[in-house]
């Protein structure tokens, strides 16, 4: 290969720099792809071609560098998928947060399952996500694409998504991308692109665990580096993070991707390189494979740094290997195209349409309700109230289809810093587009008819009040009033949560706390919906109104499931992926704190708030009432290097079905380190028929409640843990204490990323006996 095709491997184009007028443009092809090409960015995300004209250009755009090229190497296609492919008529699923609030790891395995398949009916090799980012500062507006607060819980969602997308092997797979590798949600201030301020400890233990769990267990095939820095150093920089520990101590063997434009940012954004030349200089040497969304860095100024050794031939073969080696494990050589007459059939499915319905179904996480909820079927009228509540464009997040088309025609306007970092050419086709999704009012009024009441009331951003008279005349008037509230995902001015959409309030943005204020005193029972990506809310809203239901970024059939709740047609059962502030003056507020995280000083709360979250993590309602009745251990003395198990027997108390998580924490009070109050170890989901019970059944490793020593080493210490159970991280079950015992002679424990849980129902317990745990 020559250096100009090495470079190639390297680089990205955007797919609307190969398109002219909606077509391929084989002109520009041979501009852009006369070398070759590593990327090709988002043929269905960055425009809006229909899922088969995709593929077409897809099809064309390999079959140039195939016959048209000096070596014929194939592209990799790369697409995001945050919330399934974002792609026009691709399905659109929940967003991450809510998908982690299923608790339910198979629901997102069969998620990127999904993913998979619409990807390569389409052409595309490449997805970017999962998102691993530890969050516990819900004012950085990416909280929604990601899986909460708890690295574990984050761990368990991102292991099985990234199966799901990769499949048993990479020729019918597609390469999942975690990102941001790492520490990108620990922020300075909650702001996007800011600075994570993270010792090492608790870099490894937190936020670095859920990346290497995808790699050492999950076989996790690319690693996407943060915009952000740590501790002084770029991510996209930092060889200690990219090579040292991602590679060196992790066994990674896959491809690095520079976030977009991360490389001139070592230049432009953070003043770490003088120049673009040193800035892929460093890049290059640190670990970073690929440049995207477009050769920029990694064109002309690598070039002239290879020139002058700032970086050495033999880092640009390593990385033009490792982008080849996937090539190859994707099957493009053999086969570089696709079935266009087959996608029809495969984008957007109605077996992955039941897939989003019941993500979205158990995502729903009941935070409150006085007895209001479920609506009965013949109890009067309802007034549908809230800038939320006929509105399907408001049911997605920031990585759909429909909100990301919107930033490209804002960037192509020069709006923002979106539109100085990329050009969109003029000719480009851009429309905007829900295809027909249905809203909260459509859902509802399928199942009510003419007894809902419609007023919006105010918009999600706006100030007016001019809608508020109609909205307090319909609820008062009503038998009941259900207000649809939150945000507006994008990345544009006009949203509220996303990407670069980050918030110093968690109040209800607009005037919606107002019109909260003006519903509830009509003295109407009032039932919140809140379609957000964060912890949203002020008191008045979370005290005065009878239920409040946190509905997250539903995706598509959101409405459906939202309307199902409120029914009483399906029994919530979502739980927090993390915890609900009060307020911003709370943040960080998290459950795995330490004993000396000022929750119990001196006086213990604030002086005017208490310091307890207003929902703890893992809490979430259901119209089924659940109790753990036994809760045992297997042992009390478990040898390092073995494990303990623990069964638990819930009953469903109530007259419906329902379902419930059973979740397993453990403490450690004895450590040479300051351990968490709690950590979470293992959950189960159940679902039980009225009158029943189940068991759950843990099997904990000692290998799994190990940390990192005084040395900086991974350790399983001997000594007692504590064991509990529960269905929230506040309302739980002390089951009892085991001790782990040593021998000097035994070789270190290693670490294990999970254990085991089962789930088994049992025979109903006749009327009026005692359940004394018998099998």
Not at 358 to 363: G, Y
Not at 598 to 607: A, I, N, T
């Amino acid at each position: 290969m020559t250096r100009e095709e090495k470079l190639a491997q390297l680089g990205s184009a955007w797919a609307f720099s190969l398109i002219e007028g909606g077509q391929y443009s084989a002109e520009r092809a041979r501009t852009v792809l006369r070398h070759g090409l590593g990327h090709v960015t988002r043929v269905a995300g960055a425009t809006s071609l229909k899922a088969a004209q995709v593929a077409r250009v897809a099809n064309a755009i390999q079959r140039f560098l195939v016959t048209e090229t000096r070596l014929g190497i194939p592209a990799i296609v790369h697409e995001e998928v945050c919330s399934g492919v974002m792609a026009r008529e691709a399905t659109v699923f929940p967003q991450a947060i809510g998908v982690a609030s299923t608790w339910e790891p198979e629901l997102n395995r069969l998620l990127a399952d999904a993913v998979r398949t619409q990807m390569r009916a389409m052409g595309s090799h490449q997805g970017l996500s999962p998102v691993l980012d530890v969050v516990r500062d819900p004012r950085w507006g990416r909280t929604e694409e990601t899986y909460g607060e708890d690295p574990y819980l984050v761990a368990r969602m991102g292991a099985a998504f990234v199966r799901g997308l990769q499949g048993d092997s990479l020729a019918e797979g597609v390469i999942a991308t975690a990102k941001h590798f790492v520490g990108y949600g620990a922020s300075e201030g909650g702001l996007n692109w800011a600075p994570a301020h993270l010792p090492p400890r608790l870099l490894r233990e937190v936020y670095l665990y859920p990346f290497e769990t995808a790699v050492r267990e999950a076989g996790l095939q690319s690693v996407m580096a943060g915009y952000h820095e740590l501790d002084g150093i770029p991510c996209h920089a930092n060889g200690e993070l990219l090579s040292d520990v991602l590679r060196g101590e992790w066994g990674f063997t896959g491809t690095v991707v520079s976030d977009y434009f991360a490389v001139d940012d070592l230049h432009s954004y953070h003043h770490f390189a003088q120049d673009k030349r040193r800035a892929a200089a460093l890049a290059l040497t640190a670990g970073t494979d690929v440049e995207l969304p477009a050769t920029d860095a990694y064109a002309d100024p690598l070039a002239d740094a290879l020139d002058v050794g700032e970086v050495g031939e033999g880092q640009l073969d390593e990385a033009v290997s490792r982008v080849l080696r996937h090539k190859f494990e994707l099957g493009l050589f053999e086969n570089p195209y696709v079935d266009e007459a087959a996608v029809a059939v495969t984008v957007n499915a109605e077996r992955h349409q039941e897939v989003a319905l019941e993500i979205a179904r158990r995502s729903l996480v009941l935070l409150k309700n006085d007895g209001v909820l479920p609506l009965r079927p013949g109890a009067g009228t309802v007034a549908l109230i809230g800038p939320n509540a006929d509105d399907a464009r408001h049911l997605l997040g920031d990585y759909s289809f429909a909100a990301h088309v919107e930033s490209l025609m804002q960037a192509r306007e020069r709006q923002g810093l979106l539109g100085q970092m990329m050009t969109i050419p003029d000719d480009l086709e851009i429309e905007e587009s829900t295809d027909g999704l249905p809203s909260v009012r459509d859902a509802l009024m399928a199942r009510l008819g003419d007894r809902v009441r419609y007023a919006r009331g105010c918009d999600v951003i706006d100030t007016s009040k001019d809608g508020f008279d109609e909205a307090v005349a319909a609820a008062a008037a009503a038998d009941v009033a259900v207000l649809v509230l939150g945000d507006r995902s994008g990345l544009t001015t006009q949203a509220t949560t996303g990407e670069s959409r980050d918030r110093s309030s968690l109040e209800l943005p607009g005037v919606q706390e107002d019109l909260v204020r003006a519903v509830v005193a009509t003295g109407t029972p009032v039932v919140a919906v809140l379609v957000a990506g964060r912890p949203v809310g002020g008191d008045f809203l979370h005290e005065e109104c009878a239920a409040v239901l946190m509905a997250w970024l539903p995706g598509q059939t959101g409405a459906q499931a939202i309307a199902e709740v409120l029914l009483g047609e399906v029994n919530p059962s979502g739980k927090l992926p993390i915890s609900y502030p009060r307020s911003v003056g709370q943040i960080p507020v998290f459950y795995g704190h330490k004993v000396s995280g000022g929750r119990s000083h001196w006086h213990g709360d604030y002086v005017d708030s208490p310091v307890s979250p207003r929902y703890c993590f893992g809490h979430g309602l259901g119209y089924a009432p659940f109790v753990i009745e036994q809760a045992t251990l297997d042992r009390t003395e478990v040898t390092a290097g073995d494990g303990v198990a623990v069964e638990v027997t819930v009953a469903n108390t109530g007259d419906r079905a329902g379902e419930e998580v059973v979740q397993l924490y453990i403490r450690d009070p004895e450590a040479t380190v300051t351990r968490p109050v709690l950590e979470l170890k293992g959950f189960g989901r159940v679902s039980v028929a009225p009158g029943q019970r189940a068991t759950v059944r843990f099997h904990v490793p000692t290998g799994q409640l190990g940390f990192y020593g005084r040395d900086m080493n991974y350790t399983v210490e001997t000594g007692h843990i504590e064991v509990y159970v529960g269905f929230s991280s506040d309302a739980h079950t002390h089951v009892g204490a085991f001790t782990i015992t040593g021998d000097a002679d035994r070789p270190q424990v290693q670490k294990v990323y999970t254990g085991t849980v089962g789930v088994g129902e049992l025979p109903r317990r006749p009327h009026g006996a005692r359940w004394d745990g018998d099998r």
